[in-house]
């Protein structure tokens, strides 16, 4: 059964960083588009980042770009979110989410098969 499962996620001081990671158990992720979606308390989920099949495109929230980077990393069928100069505000639940396609997909909606998410905390 297709699952995907995220790690990585913790505590860390505000300006540090943390390295998320998802994979799915017995599948191939290089054939999925792969996208981080967050969900802060009591806030909608939002889009973070994306990299689709053949990772020859992505795509970040602006509220990340230049901090965050989004990769393969193919030997090990992993998405790995590398997360740097993190806030507070960045203080969520980090979900990885897949769809077997070819595009950059940048809305929520689009993504069939999602994780169970990891907790980052972010102090101040």
């Known amino acids: 059964q297709f699952q995907l499962v995220e790690s990585g996620g913790g505590l860390v001081q505000a300006g540090g960083s943390l390295r998320l990671s998802c994979t799915s158990p017995?599948?191939?992720?290089?054939?999925?588009?792969i996208g981080w979606v967050r969900q802060a308390p009591g806030k909608e989920r939002e889009f973070v980042a994306t990299?689709?099949?053949?990772?020859?495109?992505?795509y970040y929230a602006d509220s990340v770009k230049g901090r965050f980077t989004i990769s393969r990393d193919n030997a090990k069928s992993t998405v790995n979110l590398q997360m740097s100069s993190l806030q507070p505000e960045d203080t969520a639940v980090y979900y990885c989410?897949?769809?077997?396609?070819?595009?950059?997909?940048?809305?929520?909606?689009?993504?069939?098969?999602w994780g169970q998410g990891t907790q980052v905390t972010v102090s101040s």
């Open positions: 017995g599948f191939n992720l290089d054939y999925y588009a």
């Open positions: 989410a897949a769809t077997d396609t070819l595009g950059v997909l940048t809305r929520i909606r689009e993504y069939d098969y």
């Open positions: 990299i689709n099949r053949y990772s020859t495109g992505t």
